[in-house]
């Protein structure tokens, strides 16, 4: 069956940077789209970060130009760097698999499949 696995999460003071990993099994990872997602407490899942098949790259404003997602098909993971992290990115972190026809790489609702999630937490 499906599977996503995160890891990488941690605590780190604002400023430091983290590389979150998504370790897929149970499908060809190479031929769906990813993505990153992120949970604060009481608030919404929001999109962060997707990355279709073909290499195609979608970022949301909150972390354009800090996050960067990248695939390693051969290994089949997800993996996204975060840079210049502030309190505000203090969230559960989440993979997701298997984007849905003609929706956005970034929508919580195109994705089928979804990691556990793990926790960063960014201190002042």
């Known amino acids: 069956q499906v599977q996503l696995v995160e890891s990488g999460g941690g605590s780190v003071q604002a400023g430091g940077s983290l590389t979150l990993s998504c370790a897929t099994s149970g499908y060809t990872f190479g031929a769906e789209s990813v993505a990153w997602f992120r949970q604060a407490p009481g608030k919404e899942r929001e999109g962060l970060a997707g990355i279709a098949r073909y290499g195609e790259t979608a970022y949301a404003d909150a972390v354009e130009g800090r996050f960067s997602i990248s695939r390693d098909n051969a290994k089949n993971t997800l993996y996204l760097q975060m840079n210049s992290l502030t309190p505000e990115d203090t969230a559960i972190y989440y993979c997701?698999?298997?984007?849905?026809?003609?929706?956005?790489?970034?929508?919580?609702?195109?994705?089928?499949?979804w990691g556990q999630g793990t926790q960063v937490t960014v201190s002042s």
């Open positions: 997701a698999s298997h984007r849905l026809p003609g929706r956005s790489l970034l929508e919580v609702a195109s994705y089928l499949f």
